[in-house]
C-alpha cells in the first residue's frame, strides 16, 4: 500500500510535470485544467484506500474542482456527504481522513454535510446551492449522491436562484465599481472576467440547459456568433489564469501592476511607439472584458424573459421607428439602421424620453452593435446627427446610463474618434484607479451627482453653482475632452484643448461656449495644483489665479470640473481637507471678482426667495420663519419645492425647540392628494411606526421624504391618495390626531395583514408581474448605502420595508418613495455596521426579495 509520504511525493512530481509541459506549449489550457483536475482524483482515491470512507459517505468534488477548472495553486474544495449524522468512530474517520488531505500539501476545503445540511445551507446561502449545482462524485457511496441530487432537483428553484444570483452580481459588480476597466482588475471576479462566464454556465444549469455555449444557442437565449465569441473569450480567460498563478505562485487573481509586464512578456507583447508592452497587453484584456461584460449583460436579460414569461411585455408603438416591450425599449424593424443610420443615435434620445423604461432590448443592443459601423466620417458630419448627440447631453436623467452604454456598444468611439486612443488606456499613478475612458465617465457620473438634490449633503456649494449654472450640460462636454489626449505624447490639456474646440465648433455651440470650453480642457488641473501647492492665505497666489481664470462663470465651471475630476479618479482620493482647500480658493476668488462673501444659507437663493414671498404672504415675520429655517440644511432646501417649506415654516416654526410630535396635513387640491408632515425629535423606528401606521389605515403612500434637521429632528413629509367619496378634511383631521399617538406608543404593534380591492392596476400587474430589482450600494465617500428598490406596487410593501430596516438594525436617513402606476420605486439612504459584512448584506437583500415575492406572490 503507498504510504502518505509517497502520495505526496507523486502527486507534486505529476502537478509540476504538468505545469512544465503547459509553459512549454505542449498542451493548452483547457488540457491542464482537466489533467491537473484528474492527478487530484486519482490522489484522492489512493489516500481512501487508507483511510477508508464511513459507510454510507460519497466524496465529491465542489467548486471549480467539481467543473473540472483546477488551476495551478486553487484551493481544492471536496464535500464529504454522509448517510447519516456519523457516531464516534465515523466522526474519527472522517477527521483523520481530512488531516491526512492536508498533510499531502494540497489546499483543502472540506465541508461534512448529511443531504439534509446541504439543503438546509442551500437554503441560506446561494454560494452553496451554487456549488451543490455543480458537484462532481469522486468515490464512495454513489447511491448517496444520487439522493442528494434527487433532492437536490426538488429543492432547486430557477427562478429563485436566478434572482439570487442577480443580487449576488450585483454585489460582486458593485465591489470592483461596476466597470471592467479598473487600473489593477481581479482576472476573476472582476465585471467582464471569469466569474461573469461562471455566472452564464451557472444560469445553463440551473435550467437544466446542459451542453456547453451550444445548449444556450439551441435555447435561442445566445446567437451564435456570441457563443463563438464567449467560447473564445473563455478559453482566453483560462489561460490567463493561469498564466497569473503560475507568476504570483500562489492562488492570487489580481492583475497587480507589477504583474503586468510579466503577463505582457508572456503573452508576446512588445513596447511600440512610447506604450509600453504592459499597456498594450492590458488593453487586449480590456477588449475581451467588454466583450464577455456585454454578453453577460444580454444574456441577464434574456433569462429574466425566459424565466418570467408572465412579465410585462406587452407592445406598445412610440413611434415609426421604436416601440416599447414592457419596460424595455426596441427598435421597431430589423433594417431599420441600415434605412436610417441617424437612429444609432436617437436610439439613446428616445431611452431617455420615457424615464420609466429600464433599458434597451437585446435585440436592439445587437443591432446597434452590428450597424456600429454605419457611424463614420458622413454620419459626425450631419447636423441631424450632432444635434441629436447634444440632445442626449442636454436630457435631465439617463446622461451616464447612456454614456456608458454609447461606450460599451462602440458608438461613442466611432463617434468621437479620439476616444477610440484612450479605450483600455492606462494610468501609471498613484490616484487613478480606472483607465483613462473610465475615469471620464467617472467624472461625468459626480457632475451630474451635483444635480440631484439627494446628494446635495456632499459637496453643498457644487450643487448650489451646478443648478444656478447655465446650460450646465456644457461640463459634460469639457468632461468627456479633459483628458481625451492621453498617451499621445505632449501635454494632455494643450492637445484636448485643440480637440475640443474642433468638436465645438463642428457642433456649431456658441461662441461663448468654445471659448468656455477650451479654456476648461486647456487649464482643467489649474484650480486643484493652485488649492493644494500654492499658499492661497497669499493675495498674489489669488490675483494670478483670479487673472487665470478671467470670469466668474469660468470660476464657477472650474470649480465643478475640478471637484468631479478629483472624485472621479478614485473613491479613496477626495477628503475634507482637499474640499477644503478648492473652497477657500473658490470664495477668495469671488471675493475678488465681485466683492461677495460666501455664505451657506444663500444656497439656492431662488428657491428660498419665493418661499419667503410666499411666507410673508401668510403673514410670519423674518424671525419666525429664521427661527424655523435654522434648523434646516441645504438638503432640506434642496429636497422641497418652495411651497413646500412656506407650509412646513408655516405649520412648524411654533414647535422649534419643542419635545412633543407635531402632524400636521393638508389638502394639495392641484394633484388631488393629501400632504403630511411629521415634526418630533428622531427615535428608533419612527418610519416603521408611520408606515406601520398607514398599512393599518389603508392609506396609499404616493411619494414620501425623510429628512433630519441640523438639531436631531425628524421632518418626514408624506404625499397620500384618498378613495373617491372620502372626505379629505375629514380624513385629514383623523391623522393630525390618531398618528401623533401611534408615534408615541413605545411598543410597536405589528399591523394585521388585509386585502383589498382588486383595481385594474393591481389585475394588471398580476397578469405582467415586475420582476423585483433590488441594488444595494455603498457610497465610496461615507459610511451610507443607497438602496434602490423597483417592484409590482400592493398594499403592505413599504411598511414590509420599513420592518426589515428595523429587523437588520439598519438606520434610515433619506428615502424616496415613488409609486408610478403599478410600479413602485423606492430608494432609501441607510447606514448600519450589519452592512459592512458581505454575508449580512446578501441576508438583507434576500429578505427583501422574499418579502416581495411573498407580497406580489411571485413565485
Not at 223 to 249: M, S
Not at 466 to 490: C, N, P, Q, S, T
Not at 624 to 639: E, G, N, S
Amino acid at each position: 500500500m503507498t504510504s502518505l509520504l509517497e502520495i505526496k511525493k507523486s502527486i507534486t512530481q505529476k502537478r509540476e510535470q504538468l505545469r512544465e509541459r503547459y509553459k512549454k506549449g505542449k498542451i493548452n489550457a483547457n488540457t491542464f485544467l482537466s489533467r491537473n483536475t484528474r492527478i487530484i482524483d486519482q490522489c484522492f482515491k489512493e489516500v481512501i484506500q487508507q483511510y477508508p470512507l464511513p459507510t454510507g459517505t460519497a466524496l465529491c468534488a465542489v467548486g471549480g474542482y467539481g467543473r473540472k477548472e483546477l488551476y495551478p495553486y486553487s484551493d481544492i474544495d471536496i464535500l464529504l456527504l454522509i448517510a447519516k449524522e456519523p457516531n464516534t468512530a465515523d466522526q474519527e474517520k472522517l477527521t483523520q481522513l481530512i488531516q491526512s488531505f492536508w498533510d499531502l500539501g494540497i489546499d483543502i476545503g472540506a465541508s461534512i454535510r448529511t443531504i439534509d445540511d446541504c439543503l438546509h445551507e442551500a437554503k441560506k446561502d446561494i454560494t452553496v446551492e451554487t456549488s451543490l449545482l455543480e458537484c462532481r462524485y469522486i468515490l464512495g457511496e454513489r447511491k448517496t449522491f444520487l439522493q442528494l441530487q434527487k433532492k437536490f432537483k426538488k429543492f432547486h428553484q430557477p427562478r429563485d436562484f436566478f434572482l439570487g444570483k442577480q443580487l449576488e452580481f450585483k454585489q460582486r459588480y458593485a465591489r470592483y465599481n461596476n466597470t471592467p476597466y479598473s487600473l489593477e482588475p481581479n482576472g476573476k471576479e472582476s465585471p467582464g472576467a471569469l466569474r461573469d462566464i461562471h455566472l452564464l454556465h451557472w444560469l445553463a444549469l440551473s435550467n437544466n440547459m446542459k451542453g456547453g455555449w451550444k445548449a444556450l444557442v439551441d435555447a435561442q437565449l445566445m446567437t451564435a456568433k456570441e457563443a463563438e465569441v464567449i467560447t473564445k473569450a473563455e478559453n482566453n480567460f483560462k489561460r490567463f489564469r493561469i498564466e497569473l498563478q503560475l507568476i504570483h505562485r500562489k492562488r492570487d487573481d489580481r492583475v497587480l501592476f507589477h504583474v503586468q509586464p510579466l503577463l505582457a512578456e508572456v503573452y508576446g507583447h512588445k513596447s511600440i511607439a512610447g506604450k509600453r508592452a504592459s499597456e498594450s497587453f492590458m488593453q487586449s484584456y480590456y477588449g475581451v472584458a467588454r466583450l464577455v461584460n456585454l454578453i453577460t449583460h444580454f444574456m441577464l436579460q434574456n433569462f429574466k424573459d425566459y424565466l418570467f414569461p408572465g412579465q410585462d411585455k406587452r407592445i406598445t408603438i412610440l413611434d415609426e421607428d421604436f416601440q416599447r416591450i414592457g419596460h424595455l425599449l426596441d427598435i421597431r424593424e430589423e433594417d431599420a439602421f441600415i434605412k436610417k443610420p441617424h437612429l444609432l443615435l436617437k436610439t439613446f434620445l428616445v431611452l431617455q424620453h420615457y424615464p420609466e423604461l429600464e433599458d434597451l432590448s437585446v435585440k436592439t443592443q445587437r443591432l446597434i452593435w452590428e450597424h456600429r459601423k454605419l457611424v463614420d466620417t458622413q454620419f459626425r458630419e450631419d447636423p441631424q446627427n450632432q444635434e441629436t448627440f447634444l440632445a442626449i447631453l442636454q436630457q435631465p436623467t439617463g446622461i451616464v446610463q447612456n454614456l456608458r452604454l454609447l461606450s460599451k456598444l462602440k458608438i461613442l468611439p466611432r463617434y468621437i474618434p479620439s476616444w477610440q486612443k484612450i479605450v483600455g488606456q492606462m494610468q501609471h499613478d498613484l490616484f487613478h484607479v480606472y483607465t483613462v475612458d473610465q475615469h471620464i465617465l467617472q467624472v461625468i457620473r459626480h457632475l451630474y451627482r451635483f444635480t440631484m438634490p439627494e446628494y446635495a449633503q456632499e459637496n453643498p456649494l457644487a450643487s448650489r453653482l451646478m443648478v444656478e449654472f447655465d446650460r450646465y450640460w456644457i461640463l459634460y462636454i469639457a468632461a468627456l475632452f479633459h483628458d481625451i489626449a492621453k498617451g499621445r505624447g505632449g501635454d494632455h490639456s494643450v492637445l484636448g484643448a485643440i480637440d475640443i474646440k474642433a468638436f465645438a465648433q463642428q457642433h456649431r455651440l456658441l461662441a461663448e461656449d468654445i471659448e468656455l470650453l477650451e479654456f476648461l480642457v486647456a487649464n482643467h488641473l489649474l484650480m486643484s495644483t493652485v488649492a493644494q501647492k500654492k499658499d492661497i492665505s497669499d493675495p498674489a497666489v489669488i490675483n494670478d489665479f483670479s487673472k487665470a481664470v478671467k470670469t466668474r462663470r469660468h470660476l464657477d465651471a472650474l470649480y465643478l470640473l475640478t471637484v468631479a475630476d478629483i472624485r472621479g479618479t478614485s473613491p479613496k482620493v477626495w477628503n475634507n481637507w482637499k474640499d477644503q482647500l478648492l473652497q477657500n480658493l473658490y470664495q477668495s476668488t469671488v471675493q475678488l471678482f465681485e466683492g461677495d462673501t460666501f455664505d451657506r444659507q444663500t444656497i439656492l437663493s431662488q428657491r428660498k426667495t419665493e418661499a419667503k414671498h410666499l411666507i410673508q404672504a401668510i403673514g410670519l415675520t423674518d424671525k419666525q420663519r429664521d427661527d424655523f429655517w435654522h434648523q434646516m440644511d441645504i438638503a432640506y432646501f434642496l429636497r422641497h419645492e418652495a411651497e413646500d417649506i412656506a407650509w412646513h415654516t408655516q405649520v412648524l416654526f411654533p414647535y422649534v425647540g419643542t419635545r412633543q410630535t407635531i402632524v400636521r396635513a393638508r389638502y394639495a387640491a392641484k394633484s388631488d392628494h393629501i400632504q403630511i408632515v411629521v415634526f418630533t425629535p428622531d427615535q428608533p423606528h419612527l418610519f416603521e411606526k408611520i408606515l406601520a401606521y398607514f398599512y393599518q389605515h389603508h392609506l396609499n403612500i404616493l411619494d414620501a421624504r425623510i429628512h433630519t434637521s441640523i438639531d436631531g429632528y425628524a421632518l418626514d413629509s408624506f404625499s397620500i391618495s384618498f378613495n373617491e367619496g372620502e372626505n379629505p378634511n375629514h380624513l385629514i383631521h383623523t391623522i393630525e390626531k390618531t398618528l401623533v399617538k401611534a408615534i408615541q406608543q413605545e411598543n410597536l404593534k405589528p399591523p394585521k395583514s388585509f386585502t383589498t380591492k382588486v383595481g385594474a392596476e393591481a389585475r394588471q400587474s398580476r397578469i405582467f408581474p415586475i420582476v423585483p430589482s433590488i441594488t444595494l450600494r455603498k457610497d465610496e465617500y461615507g459610511s451610507t448605502w443607497l438602496l434602490s428598490i423597483t417592484t409590482t406596487d400592493c398594499p403592505g410593501i413599504l411598511y414590509h420595508l420599513a420592518h426589515l430596516l428595523s429587523k437588520h438594525h439598519i438606520n434610515l436617513h433619506m428615502a424616496k418613495i415613488m409609486t408610478l402606476g403599478e410600479r413602485a420605486e423606492d430608494i432609501f439612504i441607510i447606514e448600519s455596521p450589519y452592512l459592512d459584512n458581505e454575508k449580512n448584506q446578501l441576508s438583507f437583500e434576500r429578505d427583501i426579495l422574499d418579502t416581495l415575492n411573498h407580497l406580489i406572490e411571485l413565485k
